[in-house]
């Protein structure tokens, strides 16, 4: 039912003070500019090494390797040793750049390689080696516009210890921290983790900085980053640790080569768990639309009479309405199947809204049609591309506000799921997961319950069962293709051409259900939680 983090093998954690602030800057939801490779020591991955050839331009690459984390990087009989795997793939250059001297560091001479480089290759060594020679430096400064441009870069064992802000340093049950580079914010990167036993030191950092994801990298195991997903290569296993819920102790789960994972969705589940009130909360309020209305659509296209009454609760033909676009895939259609269904049953004032931008979503230019308008449409898709974009900003704010001056919230599918509190599957790589930690908090237009869509038509029956048990506490609301409820006040009246299951765990199952149906035409008291006429 729900991606959980559960008890493994293997954690990541702090128990010495943090450099960094507790709290670390999320992640982008864009992901990364460029992409990392990642690697806990030992043997290098053959597909770890080809990651980073291919990523950075295959022939046309050009690789700088620094291998000053090693205690034999000053000898320059070495350099050939360094150099020669990455020289063998056939790249366009490779360059090899070392100095221990934080002067030489911040010489433009010294750091011109870097200029036009497409990737960065840290060697093994001591991790605390690359932040005495290169932080706060010119050198520093280049990987940083390295990997803005989208270069790649990547590191084993030290090379893979640099790559986060708050950085282990050392240490053997508890770990000495430092800054890092932060080429990936919000995370802690521990290598050799199973060969040499980490699993405490990991767990001790993170049980001291619950913010933060902790990533165990066993020896010979690496993974591949690009965006803001992540893909497990090589022979062991990567080990992502993250605090309770509550925030006491910590929780371990181990993925294996192939396994791929989305670092926002971590980073998300590892925030709520560390809030004073993680989502969902054990009381929700009473389903209750105070003013406006909401019409929440099931997917697989709305029929002429749930556009009709979508215009109608708006104020009518003249209304000005506007179609949020985000949760579908890019790159967007010039106008969106919405748009032209509005603009089709008569609407004649619609305008689309997009951005994946969060600065942009508080900027009050953004938003200033909001302000105006009298009904919103959120568009099919993924939802979780809608709170990604819009949760917590000025937009999101003004959403809210059209309901509050008495206007109408619609949507369907994506659309449908995001106006409840409880919004099932949001987890960003696919939507049979219903309960994604990180994901769960919808918008709130319908508080108390939990909206699914293609219902009937997807056989998601029992979906919805498995999400009641673990949350009893929520109405569940199943909502066919073609179907939609209108909600105002605390009444749902169904209209469209299927039906609509309602779930309440505290009433017995009747017959082989457990749950109720309702027809077009028949209304449901979320708050009795039952038929009424």
Known sequence: ????????????????????????PPLDPRGLPG????????????????????????????????????????????ADGFLKPWRDLGPASVVLLHTRDKKRADDPEFVKPLADATAVWFGGGDQSRLTAAYRGTLVEKELNKLHARGGVIGGTSAGAAVMTDLMIAGGTDTAKTADGFGFLPGFVVDQHFVARKRQNRLQGVIADHPTRVGLGLD??????????????VGDSTLSVCVTKPGGKGTVIEEY?????????????????????????????????????????????????????????????ADAPLVVVTTAMEDPLAPESGEEKALKRYGAKNVVALHTRNRKEADDPKFSDVLTRAKGVWFSGGRQWRFVDSYEGTLTEKRFRGVLERGGVIGGSSAGASIQSEYMPRGHPLGNTVMAAEGYERGFCFLPGCAVDQHFFARKRTADMTGLMKEYPQYLGIGIDEGTAIVVTGSTAEVIGKSKVAFYDTKKKPDGDKDYEEVFPNEKYDLKERRKTK
């Open 1 to 24: 039912m729900r991606h959980r983090l559960c008890f493994c093998a293997i954690a990541v954690v702090l128990v010495a003070p943090a450099v960094r602030s507790a709290a670390p």
């Open 35 to 78: 992409p990392l490779v990642i690697v806990g020591g030992g043997k290098l991955p053959a597909d770890a090494r080809k990651a980073l050839f291919d990523l950075a331009g295959k022939d046309k690459a050009k690789i700088v390797v620094i291998p000053t984390a090693g205690a034999d990087a000053d000898d320059a009989k070495k």
């Open 219 to 232: 020896e010979g195991t690496a993974i591949a980053v690009r965006g803001r997903v992540a893909r497990v």
């Open 256 to 316: 294996k080569a192939g396994s791929v994972l989305d670092l926002v969705q971590l980073q998300r589940a590892a925030l709520n768990r560390a809030s004073k009130e993680p989502f969902p909360p054990a009381k929700p309020p009473v389903p209750v639309v105070a003013k406006g209305a909401l019409v929440i659509v099931g997917g697989g296209g709305a029929d002429a009479s749930i556009w009709k009454r979508f215009i109608e609760l708006a104020g009518g």
